[in-house]
């Protein structure tokens, strides 16, 4: 096969070089006559020549017709199967061609059908000679006159065989659609057979010859054997056979070695797609994991893929549609490329780092659908493949590509990784990170919830994926899908990089304030180190839309101990030991690790407590704050979240009676945690930082955070922040309303509790008939649904002597109220009392005292949250009707004294009279109308 080649070769440029310059005008009626002496079999009897391009020298045609001749090697191929068929015009060539084509397809199905060897050859040597001169094919320089004249002058055409022709390949895209339509069929023959491109053969014959001598002619089967041995070549012929290359990737019918085995699957799945502009192979690439696709058809377009993910210019949607932005964005890569094919897909990794910067749509589209098929199969990622050729081959080697099955495998063996694999992977699940199209597992496994959750909501910035996030603990998501999200959510906490949201919308406050944490160039995760820094930080933080990407991180972490990559660390031995029965989800090992909060290592209790901390500040971080949608919709509704404001509003609501026993529990739950430690108090632990370190800070060395919060209340006047005073006096009021035995606030009551009640606080395990107490922490119910007492065990009420006045004395806080300093209390002239009855007000507002008269305060420290302390709880205990009926007695709930039906409407009333009274007495006393003198009204001492 190479030796006649290259002597097809030599005799066409032979032909070339000893041709005279003629501008000779074709000669009609010569031809016509050339043609009936080939219609009878017949010599001609005359050369006929034909200059029809004059940028190209004149020849005489072939056979004297212009096409192959009737009475040499082809004669009895032409009687078989083209009798009808008239010579001249390429006629008979193109007959011949469409009988060889149907062999090649398999359409022949015995030798009668097949064209002889000696005509094989004769029409490979006609169209060697016609493609080294465009003048040799009538029809062709026909209607690509003009465009040869307008695009192809003698400045833009090199000294090469074939030049016409090459010029009007490159400017395919201006040229009139006659002439397009005849350089596609050039260009279909040279797919088919490398012989009919000039260029090609001169340089790349010696090749073959070496490299694929045994290889058939046709069928683009030498041009596929020169690729597959792409390292072997010559320098020129590596740079002809991709420029081939890159003009064919744009139609699958210039791709004859793919179109030969997937010609079926196109007919099946593509037979309403039109030809051209990748249409064809994007309908083949989309349908290729159809169960009916045959698997010869599948394996060879995927090599095809494989082959165009290497170097942009093989991907004739990405070189089209990203032409200005590569310039514009990625030049220096473009630039640094060679003219051989490029193996590294450096111009693609440019788009996909900077697609932000893209311009056109169509480029971003582009880029987009790069970046899906290299998250799909690893072999279209030709960085990574690279890196982790040999991690690939010890770790997944019996792992199918597809699917994202090795990219999958990778990141399940990354410890084991070597630096540069780990390295690239990491940078691709950056890349990965901002659509859910890039996560082929998520994707696939949460189509149902897409659909339903998250129905409109446009792809990419992570939308998508932030949105199957909230809806993880939802009872509608599958297992399949819950799993792949929890998967992705846990992956991201282990890199603030990984999180292409809180990434993107924290960018500068990272820069700023976590800068030195953690570097983003050593090539590995930064284990939440830069996450925990954003949340020690956030104070700091101006961004609104950090903040709220943090949020979001803060609240998952809340939910699942996994999303917080340090506590999963630090935590892991302890989960192991202590919560290994427990789900994940739904804050429960957080639970799990509170109550074994003294059996915790110290690392692991650090990390729960740090994160507790944050938590602490907004209730809708916490899980078990979800049984308090409704309450904090109806109460709270004005209150804006966060800064504790919110559970401060539940706090002051918890007595209402529509409130939920779930939503209670949870109150008292937090308000058992910040009694327990101040740090877990955001009001406290916020305002009193400075006092701690002055005044309590040998308190803190303390067990137990509760020891601060004492030695806060026991210093209540020494205190250097007014608004730390108003914490300690809300948190001291709360403690002591909500008493624990054992609690460090009340912890002096114990014993006078344990002493004066000692009927009411028993020391075995049961709860006795009558007036027997457990311990009283925040939970009251009748005696006949106590059950076994637990620790911290409920507030029990024996029905036969439920008096609540006195469950309230035997937890007394009379000692604690006392250690308050109430120096700053004053009336009347100074330092005297009216009787206290919950109103306050400033001393100039206060006028002659009035029995049942309102507390005074001094303008000089007129403090509220300070008297409020310093009144006497006991004062407000002892103004709630004791009686049994206006006990709410819930099983769980707190205890909540409430008024119903004709008792709350006298009460009303009652309440409307004394107030419509006292209105009328005030009058009647400022007027002056029920006395014959003038009211004299004393301002008190100034």
């Given at each position: 096969?190479?030796?006649?080649?290259?002597?097809?070769?030599?005799?066409?440029?032979?032909?070339?070089?000893?041709?005279?310059?003629?501008?000779?005008?074709?000669?009609?009626?010569?031809?016509?006559?050339?043609?009936?002496?080939?219609?009878?079999?017949?010599?001609?009897?005359?050369?006929?020549?034909?200059?029809?391009?004059?940028?190209?020298?004149?020849?005489?045609?072939?056979?004297?017709?212009?096409?192959?001749?009737?009475?040499?090697?082809?004669?009895?191929?032409?009687?078989?199967?083209?009798?009808?068929?008239?010579?001249?015009?390429?006629?008979?060539?193109?007959?011949?061609?469409?009988?060889?084509?149907?062999?090649?397809?398999?359409?022949?199905?015995?030798?009668?059908?097949?064209?002889?060897?000696?005509?094989?050859?004769?029409?490979?040597?006609?169209?060697?000679?016609?493609?080294?001169?465009?003048?040799?094919?009538?029809?062709?320089?026909?209607?690509?006159?003009?465009?040869?004249?307008?695009?192809?002058?003698?400045?833009?055409?090199?000294?090469?065989?074939?030049?016409?022709?090459?010029?009007?390949?490159?400017?395919?895209?201006?040229?009139?659609?006659?002439?397009?339509?005849?350089?596609?069929?050039?260009?279909?023959?040279?797919?088919?057979?490398?012989?009919?491109?000039?260029?090609?053969?001169?340089?790349?014959?010696?090749?073959?010859?070496?490299?694929?001598?045994?290889?058939?002619?046709?069928?683009?089967?030498?041009?596929?054997?020169?690729?597959?041995?792409?390292?072997?070549?010559?320098?020129?012929?590596?740079?002809?056979?991709?420029?081939?290359?890159?003009?064919?990737?744009?139609?699958?019918?210039?791709?004859?070695?793919?179109?030969?085995?997937?010609?079926?699957?196109?007919?099946?799945?593509?037979?309403?797609?039109?030809?051209?502009?990748?249409?064809?192979?994007?309908?083949?690439?989309?349908?290729?994991?159809?169960?009916?696709?045959?698997?010869?058809?599948?394996?060879?377009?995927?090599?095809?893929?494989?082959?165009?993910?290497?170097?942009?210019?093989?991907?004739?949607?990405?070189?089209?549609?990203?032409?200005?932005?590569?310039?514009?964005?990625?030049?220096?890569?473009?630039?640094?490329?060679?003219?051989?094919?490029?193996?590294?897909?450096?111009?693609?990794?440019?788009?996909?780092?900077?697609?932000?910067?893209?311009?056109?749509?169509?480029?971003?589209?582009?880029?987009?659908?790069?970046?899906?098929?290299?998250?799909?199969?690893?072999?279209?990622?030709?960085?990574?493949?690279?890196?982790?050729?040999?991690?690939?081959?010890?770790?997944?080697?019996?792992?199918?590509?597809?699917?994202?099955?090795?990219?999958?495998?990778?990141?399940?063996?990354?410890?084991?990784?070597?630096?540069?694999?780990?390295?690239?992977?990491f940078d691709q699940e950056v890349r990965l990170a901002e659509d859910i199209d890039f996560k082929y597992p998520m994707k696939k496994a949460c189509k149902a919830e897409i659909e339903n959750f998250c129905k409109g909501i446009e792809h990419g910035h992570a939308r998508v994926i932030s949105c199957l996030q909230e809806h993880d603990e939802d009872k509608d998501m599958s297992r399949e899908c819950r799993a792949e999200v929890k998967?992705?959510?846990?992956?991201?906490?282990?890199?603030?990089?990984?999180?292409?949201?809180?990434?993107?919308?924290?960018?500068?406050?990272?820069?700023?304030?976590?800068?030195?944490?953690?570097?983003?160039?050593?090539?590995?995760?930064?284990?939440?180190?830069?996450?925990?820094?954003?949340?020690?930080?956030?104070?700091?933080?101006?961004?609104?839309?950090?903040?709220?990407?943090?949020?979001?991180?803060?609240?998952?972490?809340?939910?699942?101990?996994?999303?917080?990559?340090?506590?999963?660390?630090?935590?892991?031995?302890?989960?192991?030991?202590?919560?290994?029965?427990?789900?994940?989800?739904?804050?429960?090992?957080?639970?799990?690790?509170?109550?074994?909060?003294?059996?915790?290592?110290?690392?692991?209790?650090?990390?729960?407590?740090?994160?507790?901390?944050?938590?602490?500040?907004?209730?809708?971080?916490?899980?078990?704050?979800?049984?308090?949608?409704?309450?904090?919709?109806?109460?709270?509704?004005?209150?804006?979240?966060?800064?504790?404001?919110?559970?401060?509003?539940?706090?002051?609501?918890?007595?209402?009676?529509?409130?939920?026993?779930?939503?209670?529990?949870?109150?008292?739950?937090?308000?058992?945690?910040?009694?327990?430690?101040?740090?877990?108090?955001?009001?406290?632990?916020?305002?009193?930082?400075?006092?701690v370190k002055k005044v309590c800070a040998s308190a803190m060395s303390k067990h137990g955070g509760g020891e601060v919060l004492k030695c806060l209340a026991q210093n209540h006047d020494s205190l250097s922040s007014s608004d730390c005073q108003t914490e300690v006096a809300r948190a001291t009021k709360m403690a002591l309303w909500q008493y624990r035995k054992g609690a460090a606030m009340t912890e002096e009551c114990d014993e006078d509790?344990?002493?004066?009640?000692?009927?009411?606080?028993?020391?075995?395990?049961?709860?006795?008939?009558?007036?027997?107490?457990?311990?009283?922490?925040?939970?009251?119910?009748?005696?006949?649904?106590?059950?076994?007492?637990?620790?911290?065990?409920?507030?029990?009420?024996?029905?036969?002597?439920?008096?609540?006045?006195?469950?309230?004395?035997?937890?007394?806080?009379?000692?604690?109220?006392?250690?308050?300093?109430?120096?700053?209390?004053?009336?009347?002239?100074?330092?005297?009392?009216?009787?206290?009855?919950?109103?306050?007000?400033?001393?100039?507002?206060?006028?002659?005292?009035?029995?049942?008269?309102?507390?005074?305060?001094?303008?000089?420290?007129?403090?509220?949250?300070?008297?409020?302390?310093?009144?006497?709880?006991?004062?407000?205990?002892?103004?709630?009707?004791?009686?049994?009926?206006?006990?709410?007695?819930?099983?769980?709930?707190?205890?909540?004294?409430?008024?119903?039906?004709?008792?709350?409407?006298?009460?009303?009333?009652?309440?409307?009279?004394?107030?419509?009274?006292?209105?009328?007495?005030?009058?009647?006393?400022?007027?002056?109308?029920?006395?014959?003198?003038?009211?004299?009204?004393?301002?008190?001492?100034?």
């Amino acid at each position: 096969m190479a030796h006649v080649t290259k002597a097809l070769l030599f005799a066409a440029l032979l032909s070339l070089s000893t041709l005279s310059v003629r501008a000779a005008e074709l000669d009609t009626e010569q031809l016509e006559d050339n043609e009936e002496a080939q219609q009878i079999r017949d010599e001609p009897a005359a050369d006929v020549v034909s200059q029809v391009v004059e940028q190209a020298d004149d020849v005489d045609l072939q056979s004297g017709t212009g096409d192959i001749s009737t009475t040499d090697n082809c004669r009895e191929d032409i009687e078989r199967f083209c009798t009808e068929t008239k010579p001249g015009e390429n006629r008979l060539l193109a007959c011949l061609t469409n009988q060889l084509n149907d062999e090649e397809a398999g359409k022949a199905a015995d030798e009668g059908g097949k064209l002889s060897d000696s005509c094989k050859e004769e029409m490979r040597a006609v169209k060697a000679e016609r493609s080294v001169n465009i003048n040799y094919d009538i029809p062709l320089a026909t209607v690509c006159k003009d465009d040869a004249n307008q695009y192809c002058n003698d400045g833009n055409l090199y000294p090469e065989p074939g030049a016409v022709i090459t010029c009007l390949r490159e400017v395919n895209e201006k040229l009139s659609s006659k002439c397009k339509e005849e350089i596609f069929r050039v260009r279909k023959e040279a797919s088919n057979d490398f012989i009919a491109d000039a260029m090609l053969t001169e340089l790349c014959t010696d090749d073959a010859q070496m490299l694929c001598e045994d290889v058939k002619a046709g069928g683009g089967r030498v041009q596929e054997c020169l690729r597959k041995k792409r390292p072997q070549l010559s320098w020129d012929c590596q740079e002809e056979l991709f420029r081939k290359e890159v003009e064919d990737a744009s139609d699958i019918r210039l791709n004859t070695a793919l179109l030969r085995v997937c010609s079926k699957d196109k007919k099946k799945f593509c037979a309403d797609v039109k030809p051209g502009m990748g249409l064809a192979k994007k309908c083949l690439e989309d349908n290729r994991n159809q169960p009916d696709f045959s698997s010869e058809c599948k394996s060879k377009f995927e090599e095809m893929m494989v082959r165009r993910a290497s170097d942009f210019r093989l991907d004739e949607t990405l070189r089209s549609e990203c032409r200005e932005d590569i310039e514009e964005v990625c030049g220096y890569e473009k630039d640094s490329l060679d003219t051989i094919a490029g193996y590294d897909g450096r111009v693609v990794e440019c788009l996909q780092d900077y697609r932000e910067e893209l311009v056109k749509p169509g480029c971003k589209a582009a880029v987009h659908k790069v970046t899906e098929r290299a998250a799909e199969d690893i072999r279209m990622d030709r960085p990574l493949a690279d890196a982790c050729y040999e991690d690939r081959k010890t770790k997944c080697a019996g792992v199918a590509p597809g699917s994202a099955r090795v990219l999958r495998c990778l990141q399940d063996n990354r410890n084991q990784l070597s630096y540069e694999c780990r390295a690239t992977l990491f940078d691709q699940e950056v890349r990965l990170a901002e659509d859910i199209d890039f996560k082929y597992p998520m994707k696939k496994a949460c189509k149902a919830e897409i659909e339903n959750f998250c129905k409109g909501i446009e792809h990419g910035h992570a939308r998508v994926i932030s949105c199957l996030q909230e809806h993880d603990e939802d009872k509608d998501m599958s297992r399949e899908c819950r799993a792949e999200v929890k998967r992705d959510e846990v992956r991201e906490a282990e890199d603030y990089r990984l999180d292409y949201r809180l990434n993107k919308e924290c960018d500068m406050e990272i820069d700023m304030l976590c800068g030195e944490v953690c570097s983003p160039f050593q090539g590995q995760a930064c284990a939440g180190a830069v996450i925990n820094c954003l949340r020690e930080k956030q104070e700091n933080i101006t961004s609104a839309s950090c903040k709220t990407e943090l949020f979001s991180t803060e609240k998952r972490m809340g939910n699942d101990y996994r999303d917080d990559a340090q506590l999963k660390e630090a935590c892991a031995e302890d989960v192991a030991t202590h919560c290994a029965d427990v789900e994940a989800g739904g804050g429960r090992v957080h639970e799990c690790l509170s109550a074994h909060k003294k059996e915790l290592s110290p690392k692991c209790a650090a990390q729960e407590d740090k994160l507790q901390m944050v938590l602490e500040k907004d209730v809708r971080l916490k899980p078990g704050f979800k049984n308090c949608k409704e309450e904090m919709k109806v109460y709270c509704n004005n209150v804006k979240p966060g800064q504790g404001r919110m559970f401060r509003c539940l706090q002051s609501n918890v007595d209402k009676s529509d409130f939920s026993d779930k939503c209670k529990h949870q109150v008292q739950k937090k308000q058992n945690r910040m009694a327990d430690n101040w740090k877990m108090d955001y009001g406290v632990s916020k305002q009193c930082k400075q006092d701690v370190k002055k005044v309590c800070a040998s308190a803190m060395s303390k067990h137990g955070g509760g020891e601060v919060l004492k030695c806060l209340a026991q210093n209540h006047d020494s205190l250097s922040s007014s608004d730390c005073q108003t914490e300690v006096a809300r948190a001291t009021k709360m403690a002591l309303w909500q008493y624990r035995k054992g609690a460090a606030m009340t912890e002096e009551c114990d014993e006078d509790a344990q002493t004066l009640c000692a009927g009411d606080f028993p020391d075995g395990s049961s709860v006795a008939t009558k007036k027997t107490w457990p311990m009283y922490d925040g939970k009251v119910k009748h005696h006949h649904e106590c059950g076994v007492q637990e620790a911290g065990g409920d507030l029990c009420l024996a029905e036969e002597n439920a008096d609540f006045e006195k469950a309230l004395a035997s937890v007394s806080i009379l000692d604690k109220i006392k250690k308050i300093d109430t120096s700053a209390l004053v009336g009347g002239n100074k330092k005297t009392w009216p009787m206290y009855d919950g109103k306050v007000k400033h001393h100039h507002e206060c006028g002659v005292q009035e029995a049942g008269g309102d507390l005074c305060l001094a303008e000089e420290n007129a403090d509220f949250e300070k008297a409020l302390a310093s009144v006497s709880i006991l004062d407000k205990i002892k103004k709630i009707d004791t009686s049994a009926p206006l006990l709410d007695t819930k099983k769980d709930g707190l205890s909540i004294i409430t008024l119903t039906g004709w008792v709350a409407l006298a009460s009303v009333a009652a309440l409307v009279l004394v107030i419509g009274g006292g209105a009328y007495y005030a009058y009647r006393k400022f007027t002056g109308t029920d006395q014959p003198y003038t009211l004299v009204i004393k301002g008190g001492d100034r």
